[in-house]
């Protein structure tokens, strides 16, 4: 993997878990606005960029209450990403885990156990903002 992670960075939030939580939670009006602004490039062979492809998956993530990519940002990396919601049960941060796709060896079983951690810290942080928000 190439991809370097710095204070800074900025990827195209389309390609990312972590963008997919966020535009997921977006409404309807500020996800058109995104959309009609940004060029979407596939990065990989395996980026979703249709407007068509981009909006079905999203209603996916927001069916599911997390977001997943493969390979759409950098072959050879996966991630996953939860929303952190604030106490009105919106959308304000997320948080993502990323891995290579090699590390992947027990496959879907591995994915679930990454996803319930993940979805379970989400709760916690989402708890604690609630509170302190």
């Given amino acids: 993997m190439t991809v370097g992670i710095t204070v800074g960075t900025r990827f195209p939030a389309y390609a990312t878990s972590m963008g997919g ?38 209603a996916k993530v927001r069916a599911q209450g997390w ?12 991630s996953m990403a939860a929303p952190i919601q604030d106490g009105s049960g919106r959308v304000v941060a997320a948080v993502n885990i990323s891995l290579r796709t090699q590390s992947v060896l027990g496959g879907k079983e591995s994915l679930d156990a990454v996803r319930e951690v993940l979805l379970a810290t989400a709760a916690r942080i989402s708890a604690d903002v609630a509170v302190t928000g």
Avoid: F, N
């Fill in 21 to 58: 939580v966020l535009l997921a939670g977006l409404s309807s009006a500020e996800l058109e606005s995104y959309l009609d602004s940004v060029p979407l490039v596939a990065l990989t062979p395996r980026t979703i960029s249709t407007r068509a492809g981009l909006l079905k998956e999203l």
């Fill in 67 to 78: 977001a997943m990519v493969d390979q759409e940002l950098e072959l050879g990396l996966m």
